[in-house]
């Protein structure tokens, strides 16, 4: 009997939890636009939109940036990547999960320039970590880069 | 149609310009820093910040590191290092063993905390409640949990602007201090990082 109030006080506690951060229900985004210049459009699927600040980054999104365009990423686990005018970058696939212990982090540059500053992903995984271009494939520890395709 | 052919042809030789990648392990304040640079074609790795390395296509090897001009990289791609987001400021909290409670030490953070999102233009708030590993780990989850959670109610009365915080917990996975199963003080944390 008490086990039964008990795992029913713990039910109620957790649906309190939720209804609390409801406005944080849409937990598969995975990073924001902390810093935008110039004209950067994001497509997923078959929209496009122009790029602003504090923009939600979702996985498979391809980012573009014209000649006078510039972006600055924030990822969930504090992974920056910055990237410079006429480029292209597909965020591949982005997974930061530390309860299921569950580590991906997939970009490919097709063109163009970015830096690289790791987070807590790359402390925590990073075996998990592949900056892709056309010609290489760059893995990481602890580190910050700059990759140029031209 | 014949018209359609014929751009499309364009277009696919234009896609297969070929690029060269060139990757620089820039300074940076952690230690250790190292890249790998690997295709097809063989492996280089990168561990000293100012040295590149070049790949020409998947089936050359990336060539051998050779320290660049860090100054005139800087120059070369000025408006992109300029867009660099602003580094996260990360406080950390202290909690009573098994409770959430706040350590009174702890307590005298949150002001500071506030001030500091206050400062930035729509702050980011990760909250990430850790425990040590006394104990299952789905309890150490829960109770780390309630730990954010408890953070979260006294920053959220706080009405910061354009604000948007994130709750998480990680539970014993992440030990600021690595420990077997016992009790320790340094692992009963939330972690509140500011973007």
Known sequence: MISIIFSRTILVFSLYLFFCFSALADTTFIGTVKTVQGKVTIQENTIEFDAKLNDKIYEGYVIETEKNGNIGLVFIDGTQLSIGPSSQVIINRYLFSPKEKSYAFDVMLNNGSAIYTSGKLGALSPESIKVQTPEATIGVRGTKFLVEVD | ?195
């Not at chain 2, 910040?49 to 990289?73: F, M, N, W, Y």
């Not at chain 2, 009573?96 to 206050?118: C, F, M, R, V």
């Not at chain 2, 994130?166 to 509140?192: A, M």
Request: without cysteine; aromatic residues 6%; glycine residues 4%.
């Open chain 2, 1 to 195: 149609m014949e018209l359609f052919l014929i751009i499309s042809v364009v277009f696919v030789v234009l896609l297969n310009i070929p690029t060269t990648t060139k990757v620089t392990l820039l300074p940076d304040e952690k230690e250790n820093s190292q890249i790998t640079v690997f295709n097809e074609s063989g492996t280089q790795v990168v561990d000293k910040p100012g040295d590149a390395v070049a790949v020409a296509s998947q089936s050359a090897r990336p060539t051998a590191p050779k320290a660049v001009d860090l100054e005139k990289i800087t120059l070369q791609h000025a408006s992109l290092f300029a867009i660099q987001p602003q580094k996260s400021e990360t406080f950390l909290l202290y909690f009573e063993n098994n409770g959430a409670d706040l350590l009174s030490e702890s307590k005298l953070l949150i002001d500071k905390i506030i001030a500091t999102a206050n400062d930035r233009s729509s702050p980011i708030i990760n909250i990430i409640g850790h425990s040590d590993a006394a104990g299952s780990s789905e309890y150490n989850l829960a109770l780390s949990l309630k730990r954010a959670t408890a953070v979260a109610n006294l920053l959220q009365s706080e009405n910061i602007k354009d604000v948007e915080y994130r709750i998480d917990s990680y539970g014993e996975n992440d030990p600021l201090v690595k420990s077997g199963k016992e009790i320790e003080p340094k692992n009963r944390r939330v972690e509140v990082e500011i973007w």
